[in-house]
T-cell receptor, first 111, second 114 residues
Framework: GQNIDQPTEMTATEGAIVQINCTYQTSGFNGLFWYQQHAGEAPTFLSYNVLDGLEEKGRFSSFLSRSKGYSYLLLKELQMKDSASYLCAVRDRPNDYKLSFGAGTTVTVRA | DGGITQSPKYLFRKEGQNVTLSCEQNLNHDAMYWYRQDPGQGLRLIYYSQIVNDFQKGDIAEGYSVSREKKESFPLTVTSAQKNPTAFYLC?????????????FGDGTRLSIL
C-alpha cells in the first residue's frame, strides 16, 4: 500500500515562489506525477519524475529523491490562476496500473 | 479535439436506485479508470480496465459495477448497495497501464443523494 503525505494548505503572494512537498512510502517505486486541479474541474498533468533530480517546465519544476521518498513541486512567479489544488500521485511497481494519490495541497495566491 | 467526456455533470440518486455515469474517450487509449474524490481525501480507484472486455477492481469497488464493451466507453453504475455515494466521480484514460504516460481526466460527475 501507499502512504502519501502533502500539506493541506499553503498561501503565497502573487509573484512569489511556493514549494509543495510530497513524501511517500512504497514497496516498489515506478514514477511520481504531479497534477493541478481547479475546484470542480478535472486534474491536469503537470510533471513526471522517475529518476532522481529536477525536471523544469517553465514556471513549474519538480524534484525527486527516491532514497528519501520525497518530491516537491516548485511554482515560481505565482499568478492568481495558480490558485488550485496540487495532487501528488505515485506509481508502485508491483501494481503498475495503479496511481495512488495524496489528498492534495490547496494553494491560495493573494494579490 | 481528442478528450474524455463525462456525463452528466450533476446527478441525483434516490434511495434504492441504481444510476449510471457515462465516460467516453476518443484518444484511442487502451486503459481507462474510475476514481472517487471526497473532500479532504485523495482520489481513490474504483475500477480500471486495461483492454476491451476486461476490467479489475480497485481499492473501493464495493457497491459499483462497470463494463468495457467498447474501447471508447467505460460506464460506471453506482448501485443501491453503495450506501454513501455522494462524491465527485472522475474518469481517466491512458495509452496503457504500464508506461510513463500520464492519465487524462474527464471533467467529472458530481453525484448527490435526494
Amino acid at each position: 500500500g501507499q502512504n502519501i503525505d502533502q500539506p493541506t494548505e499553503m498561501t503565497a503572494t502573487e509573484g512569489a515562489i511556493v514549494q509543495i512537498n510530497c513524501t511517500y512510502q512504497t514497496s516498489g517505486f515506478n514514477g511520481l506525477f504531479w497534477y493541478q486541479q481547479h475546484a470542480g474541474e478535472a486534474p491536469t498533468f503537470l510533471s513526471y519524475n522517475v529518476l532522481d533530480g529536477l525536471e523544469e517546465k517553465g514556471r513549474f519544476s519538480s524534484f525527486l529523491s527516491r532514497s528519501k521518498g520525497y518530491s516537491y513541486l516548485l511554482l515560481k512567479e505565482l499568478q492568481m490562476k495558480d490558485s488550485a489544488s496540487y495532487l501528488c500521485a505515485v506509481r508502485d511497481r508491483p501494481n503498475d496500473y495503479k496511481l495512488s494519490f495524496g489528498a492534495g495541497t490547496t494553494v491560495t495566491v493573494r494579490a | 479535439d481528442g478528450g474524455i467526456t463525462q456525463s452528466p455533470k450533476y446527478l441525483f440518486r434516490k434511495e434504492g436506485q441504481n444510476v449510471t455515469l457515462s465516460c467516453e474517450q476518443n484518444l484511442n487509449h487502451d486503459a481507462m479508470y474510475w476514481y472517487r474524490q471526497d473532500p479532504g481525501q485523495g482520489l481513490r480507484l474504483i475500477y480500471y480496465s486495461q483492454i476491451v472486455n476486461d476490467f479489475q477492481k480497485g481499492d473501493i469497488a464495493e457497491g459499483y459495477s462497470v463494463s468495457r464493451e467498447k474501447k471508447e466507453s467505460f460506464p460506471l453504475t453506482v448501485t443501491s448497495a453503495q450506501k454513501n455515494p455522494t462524491a465527485f466521480y472522475l474518469c481517466a484514460s491512458s495509452p496503457d497501464s504500464y508506461s510513463n504516460q500520464p492519465q487524462h481526466f474527464g471533467d467529472g460527475t458530481r453525484l448527490s443523494i435526494l
